[in-house]
């Protein structure tokens, strides 16, 4: 398996319409995204932090891509042979702050908002893959690639056509339906069915 260390994180938004839905949000024309630093990222185990300045975090699990290659202007068809592997991620998103500032840095970036599982095998056929995120061991989202607005070849193509990725870039391909509040005391999970997992305690970051 490909070793995760980005030196990027790309993420898509609203590519699930009952997602963009739920949050009085328009689908997107062209695949929506943003950026999240690799300071971010914690691994299975380790704690989501809630930061002080924030009164609404919430969980966004999704499915994780990791580059193999370096992709510059690349076709779907390119983009598709470059996906190395697949982990669980959870864009752990500040909500009050997305909104109130109008753009999704700080709400996106805080230490410890990008969780990730293990990088797992990449099946033949990507549309198959499957994201179930759980609180407390309560399902909340549940997602199908195939759901996606944009699907995954799509979306590597077209961020390829505005920055380069470089092999161990991670682009996080959206969110289904399903988001909601985390607490401290909280356990969040995230998995790729078959594929990858990531589970997190959360606390306060006092």
Same mark, same amino acid.
């Given at each position: 398996?490909?070793?995760? /260390?980005?030196?990027?994180?790309?993420?898509?938004?609203?590519?699930?319409?009952?997602?963009? #839905?739920?949050? $009085?949000?328009?689908?997107?024309?062209?695949?929506?995204?943003?950026? #999240?630093?690799?300071?971010?990222?914690?691994?299975? $185990?380790? %704690?989501?932090?809630?930061?002080?300045?924030?009164?609404?975090?919430?969980?966004?699990?999704?499915?994780?891509?990791?580059?193999?290659?370096?992709?510059?202007?690349?076709? @779907?068809?390119?983009?598709?042979?470059?996906?190395?592997?697949?982990? @669980?991620?959870?864009?752990?998103?500040?909500?009050?702050?997305? #909104? %109130?500032?109008?753009?999704?840095?700080?709400? #996106?970036?805080?230490?410890?908002?990008? @969780?990730? $599982? %293990?990088?797992?095998?990449?099946?033949?056929?990507?549309?198959?893959?499957?994201?179930?995120?759980?609180?407390?061991? /309560?399902?909340?989202?549940?997602?199908?690639?195939?759901?996606?607005?944009?699907?995954?070849?799509?979306?590597?193509?077209?961020? /390829?056509?505005?920055?380069?990725?470089?092999?161990?870039?991670?682009?996080?391909?959206?969110?289904?339906?399903?988001?909601?509040?985390?607490?401290?005391?909280?356990?969040?999970?995230?998995?790729?069915?078959?594929?990858?997992?990531?589970?997190?305690?959360?606390?306060?970051?006092?």
């Amino acid at each position: 398996m490909p070793n995760l /260390s980005p030196s990027k994180i790309v993420c898509v938004g609203r590519n699930y319409a009952a997602h963009a #839905k739920e949050l $009085g949000n328009d689908v997107p024309r062209e695949p929506l995204i943003f950026l #999240k630093p690799p300071s971010s990222i914690i691994r299975d $185990g380790e %704690s989501i932090m809630l930061p002080t300045v924030s009164k609404h975090v919430e969980y966004e699990g999704e499915i994780g891509v990791v580059i193999g290659k370096r992709l510059r202007k690349a076709s @779907a068809d390119e983009a598709r042979g470059a996906v190395a592997g697949i982990v @669980a991620a959870n864009d752990v998103t500040a909500r009050d702050l997305q #909104k %109130s500032d109008k753009q999704w840095t700080r709400a #996106k970036g805080f230490d410890t908002f990008c @969780a990730l $599982g %293990s990088v797992g095998a990449v099946p033949t056929d990507l549309s198959s893959l499957t994201v179930t995120s759980r609180v407390n061991g /309560s399902v909340r989202q549940e997602g199908r690639a195939s759901d996606m607005v944009f699907d995954i070849p799509a979306i590597l193509s077209f961020i /390829s056509g505005i920055m380069t990725l470089e092999p161990g870039d991670l682009v996080l391909t959206g969110t289904p339906e399903g988001v909601g509040i985390l607490a401290p005391g909280d356990v969040v999970e995230v998995e790729i069915a078959g594929v990858s997992r990531v589970s997190n305690p959360v606390t306060s970051d006092e």
